[in-house]
């Protein structure tokens, strides 16, 4: 396939994103990103909040939100305790700097001709360095809540089976690399994800780790990309 790189794609979607701060039972907080919206130019925008409710054509979903952060320096994250009461879905979405995963994410879109995806994670937590990122995850662990960082928890289910419909019969595309330690996270959203119809580039290390969307070499990033769409089909 040819490789469109990232100036062109920029031209054709925008990413927007949920930042938040989840507030913990020891009055500490964690900086958050529950979901990703990646949207082609034909989806409005105008409310970018709306896209929140919208059906994506597909999900993916991938290990954490790494360093990603609004475009508006002066964004304020909103405060979040969980679990959270009422049934709205709707959630407060702000342009944000896609990164080379995101990309190879809309690589795969531009051949299957989808127009949202939305980005899910294992782990809300933003932190681009996955040592420093599990870390945090076992840290959170022994906090009271700590746990709900991450949408397949129990508490968040409802968030969750909403953020997982699809307005097309698409498998669910999983990225989350292979480090691991993050089996414990892997294994609560395969049982989240039940029956659901999964597509990935698997690992050797482990049946519950997958390869990741994109690594350093631009090979690599090929590789992946024919590897993935040749599973989808």
């Known amino acids: 396939m040819d ?18 701060e989840l507030m913990l039972m020891n009055g500490e907080r964690a900086k958050c ?4 919206e ?12 709306d896209i929140s409710e919208r059906k994506p054509d597909v999900v993916v979903i991938m290990m954490n939100p790494g360093s990603s952060h ?4 002066y964004h304020i994250d909103e405060e979040i305790n969980y679990p959270r009461s009422g049934a709205c879905m709707r959630k407060q ?20 001709g989808w127009k949202h995806i939305r980005v899910l994670n294992l782990s809300d937590l933003r932190d681009p360095r996955s040592g420093s990122f599990l870390q945090k995850v076992d840290a959170l662990g022994g906090i009271i809540g700590g746990h709900m960082h991450s949408i397949f928890s129990q508490e968040r289910t409802a968030e969750c089976v909403h953020s997982l419909k699809r307005s097309r019969p ?8 292979q480090d691991v330690g993050l089996i414990p ?8 994800l039940d029956r659901e119809p999964v597509c990935t580039v698997s690992s050797d290390v482990h049946p519950l780790l997958n390869a990741h969307p994109s690594p350093m070499l631009q090979s690599k990033k090929l590789l ?9 089909g």
Not at 38 to 49: A, T
Not at 70 to 73: L, N, T, V
């Open 224 to 232: 992946w990309l024919d590897s993935i769409l040749a599973a989808i």
């Open 3 to 20: 490789f469109i790189y990232a100036a062109e794609l920029k031209k054709q979607f925008t990413c927007y994103g949920h930042f938040y």
């Open 38 to 49: 990646i949207v082609e130019q034909s989806i409005p925008q105008d409310n970018p909040s």
């Open 33 to 36: 990103r529950s979901v990703l």
């Open 170 to 177: 698409t498998p669910i595309l999983l990225g989350w690399g």
């Open 185 to 192: 996270l892997a294994e609560q959203c395969m049982k989240r």
């Open 70 to 73: 609004p475009k508006d320096i």
């Open 93 to 112: 979405l702000v342009l944000t700097q896609p990164d080379n995963t995101q990309y190879q994410i809309m690589r795969v879109a531009v051949q299957k």
